[in-house]
């Protein structure tokens, strides 16, 4: 890993907004007019659950939004909110410093994810509120981009797959390169540690879910522990 990384800061790259099911469209629609935003992706997992990507320039999405009933609940009177804000590093060198970082000052993501267009590790700050630091995981906006518009696999995974950001370091210190190592980490090479696996947010982390890779087994390192 480089020592110049270190210097790298990360840049706002998109909002996540949690959206009420009934307002989801009027929200596209408003900021496709308002923004100039385009679709660049539209899907979801079903249970109520739908995302939706959109961007005004050369970067695959700069708001996505999410409704999800477990995270907003369709009470009477809610309101879409701020979901996190997502930082963006031009190298994953610098994302895996950032995180060495934060690490040796006892500051610990709670989640760290391969999107398939993005390697994303998550923190929560003091409030809650998530603040997710990420790298193009193709180092190119444009094959990104068309990743998420074209790729059957993205199609059938919007979620993505956990993965240990300390088994990430030990690859680029063996000069993996980010190509190597996102197609690892969609494959489900570098599971997260029992212990990591604690840290996920909301308890989420104590039943296997959406961003556990098929591979691993009922067996594997990764569910120690779990709850019954």
């Known amino acids: 890993m480089s020592t110049a990384s270190v210097a ?3 840049k706002l790259h998109h909002l996540g907004i949690l959206v009420p099911a009934a307002d ?3 929200m596209i629609n408003f900021y496709s007019a308002v923004l100039d935003m385009e679709v660049t992706h539209r899907g979801g997992p079903g249970g109520g659950v739908e995302v939706c990507f959109l961007t005004n320039d050369d970067q695959n999405h700069r708001i996505v ?13 809610e309101h879409s909110r701020l979901a996190h804000t997502a930082h963006e590093f031009p190298t994953i060198d610098g994302l895996l410093a950032k995180y ?6 006892g500051i610990f993501p709670y989640e760290a994810i391969d999107h398939g267009p993005t390697l994303s590790i998550y923190y929560k700050d003091p409030g809650g509120y998530s603040i997710e630091l990420q790298v193009d995981s193709f180092g190119d906006a444009a094959k990104s981009t068309d990743f998420m ?13 956990l993965f240990d950001p300390e088994a990430v370091i030990e690859e680029r210190r063996t000069g993996r390169s980010l190509e190597e190592i996102h197609l690892a980490a969609y494959q489900g090479a570098y599971p997260p540690t029992a212990e990591q696996r604690a840290r996920l947010a909301g ?17 594997h390192p990764t569910f120690a522990g779990l709850d019954s």
């Not at 060495?100 to 000052?105: E, S, T």
């Not at 518009?149 to 797959?161: A, D, F, H, K």
């Open 8 to 10: 790298e800061k990360p």
């Open 24 to 26: 989801f469209d009027a």
């Open 65 to 77: 939004f999410v409704t999800n009933p477990a995270l907003l609940p369709q009470a009477a009177g």
């Open 100 to 105: 060495a970082g934060l690490r040796d000052q």
């Open 149 to 161: 518009q074209n790729s059957e696999v993205y199609r059938e995974n919007l979620s993505g797959i």
């Open 203 to 219: 308890g989420i982390g104590r039943v296997r879910g959406a961003f556990d890779h098929p591979s691993w087994g009922d067996d």
